[in-house]
């Protein structure tokens, strides 16, 4: 019967299609028709990073023919939770740019490869074992660096200049850029910065500037309550005087530079890494500039040289040397240098640093001015932040909501937090 | 698979069915049928939900291997942590405004539609089509830009963006699920349309007016589906995510005010790593679902009506 037949073809029809579904769903590192190596390459960055980072992969591919990099890329906070996701899921992109903090809990859970096996395609003979070392854990090469940074005030050059607040110089100390930003305030009727005490990292630059550290040597909390208190008060303060932006702009912070006010014209400057900070070009068309962050009262530096961010290799990849391969390409690969410019910091290859610095266009020239300025002047960086930082990180975002929505006082907010932060650095 | 094995079976059901097959060759073909089913509700349901309540008793960070901790996750959560209780205080804020708004709503605008000659189909489909696109993140998104700093509500009202205000951002939450009123005011539409209209015919011969006529009448006949409705959004209500996140940016901000209980479990498990602690709350979640619907059964005796309560 007709009727019949009918419902054998759907029968089949739905099982074909429920076949092809799940051949669709193969893991990482499957190779696609044509015999092509797959390659998922991931990053966190902002739209300048993202264009320089295709050409650089085109230009891979095609020294590669055999290989196809399919990238994608999102915000900071975005990107942390969707990557942990993946790698718990045993789905990790077969190449990863990963944090400083991140690199601790990834290695140790399982989810990088041991880079040392890929010797033969993955080069660091060129890199500052110093730099290097920041990827190892346990004496493993987990990963590798991929740049320098270090934070920075930028800020909107014409609004300061016309303001007639004398511009920054090489130094100021923390009570100097307060009454700079209650100056700026005043005469661009717009706050002078970003509020600072919604970021753990400002407030790392603080406590440097006074010889102290987030976490002691064994990873434990390295300050305390009493720290943390007269640090929301300085800012609490400066956000009442309308010197620093209102509660209302910080909240909207995400860890992109187009949600910052300086990044919606509604603040001077913005205190940020160096290499996101190529963003703010294209948010401020009449021109950003960057200015050391500010020290401690005796001129102690709280800011230092970082690894800016890392190339991860999943442990789980179907094709560790291709990734290695594409790894090796993004560090150590001279017109891939050219295209990837500073956006990623200061490169670590020491050739290619010497090669192509002369060469640096624009705001990557910035960048490396910037920091040959530093160059000399800092302390040395803290060892990699223990795995529960990962998550502090956004408790001192919260944390601080309470007190910049006049919800609890900084007092009671910093007990708050380091009650958490006891809590997440024990388990 | 099971298609060269079904056919023949099927072929033969027409002319056996009148003749009453022995029990268990019924069940049989009923279980082959039910088979993926069964099976999805096993491999997808119920393993995850045993797996869950392990996880419940240990410290699980999506890397390491699970570390029993026995009832540590649960104490904390009950006795440690602040921002648990924030959590349960926002989400039962928001059920107590999301609910009776979104029913009140429904009900009106379903009434209206009922009496309604010309254009009816048009305007159920345009009061659902929300409901359709309402679950989905670009809604969520739309949303958060209109109550935005410097958006449309802004703009008309002038009240600044309700979802960077502490005291408001639940609110905006709370309107977005409001707004997808579709599928309670389908339901109340098909209640309505089977109360008799003799009924009403009595009423208005005894003398009701039309307010007296919706109180002793519509309302009585209609509580069974105001009922199922209740408890279904409730239910939905106490798992609300999406929207809470979408407006919030993933954070549950500002100051916490968004922070509803879905969201702060997956702050916990996404965010923080603590996958125990993550799976304990959604257990207690699920027991406090379980036990305000049991208490809603409960009261529903003294107010729903069931027409065939007359016959007891």
Redesign the interface.
Known sequence: MPG?RT??FC??AA?LALCAVLAGCGGSGESAGGGKVVLRYTWWGNPDRAERTERAVALFEKQHPNVDVTTSFSGY??Y??KL??Q??GGDAPDVMQLDYRQID??A????LLDLAEQKPVLRTGEIDPGLLATGRVDDVQYAIPQGRGTETVAYDVQAWKKSGVPLPGKSWTWSRWADTMRALAKKTGKPGATDPGQSEDAFEVWLRGQGKALYTKDGGLGFTAGDLTRWWTFTDTLRREGAVSP???T??L?GSVENTPLGRGTAVTDANWDAPASGFIALVPTGVALAPMPSGEDGTPGQYFKPSMFLGVSADTGHPKEAAQLVDFVINDREAATILGASRGIPVNETIRAGIGPQLKDFDKTIADFQASLEGTLKDPPQAPP?GD??LQ??F??DY??V??A?MSPREAAE?YVTEAK??LR? | ?T?TAI?PE??RAPAAAPKRRPRREREGAAWVFLSPWVLGAIVLTLLPMAVSLYLSFT?Y????PPKWVGVRNYA?MFT?D?RYWRSVVTTLTYVVIAVPLQLALALVVALALKGMKRGKGFYRSAFYAPSLLGASMSIALVWRAVFN?GGTVDNLLGT??WV???GWALLAVALLTVWQFGAPMVIFLAGLQQIPAELYEAAAVDGAGKGRQFLSVTVPMLSPVLFFNLVLQTIQAFQVFTPAFAVS????????STLVYTMYLY?RG?????MGYASAMAWVLLLVIGVVTAVLFRTSRSWVFYASEGDR
Do not use: I
């Not at chain 1, 140790?108 to 989810?111: E, F, L, N, P, W």
């Not at chain 2, 960070?61 to 390491?64: E, G, K, P, R, V």
């Open positions: 019949h419902k054998g029968a089949s099982a906070d975005a942390k939770q942990a996701t790698a718990a809990q990834y140790s859970g399982g989810v509660a209302e702009q909240t909207q995400d795995s990962n998550a956004s408790t975002q919260r909501d309470q910049s929505y919800r708050n809590a997440e388990s | 698979m298609t056919p099927a072929r410290d960070d999506l890397f390491n904390q440690e602040p700093d600044g963006g960077n205000k502490p940016a993933g954070k549950g901000g500002p100051a916490d702050d996404f965010v923080a790593s603590h």
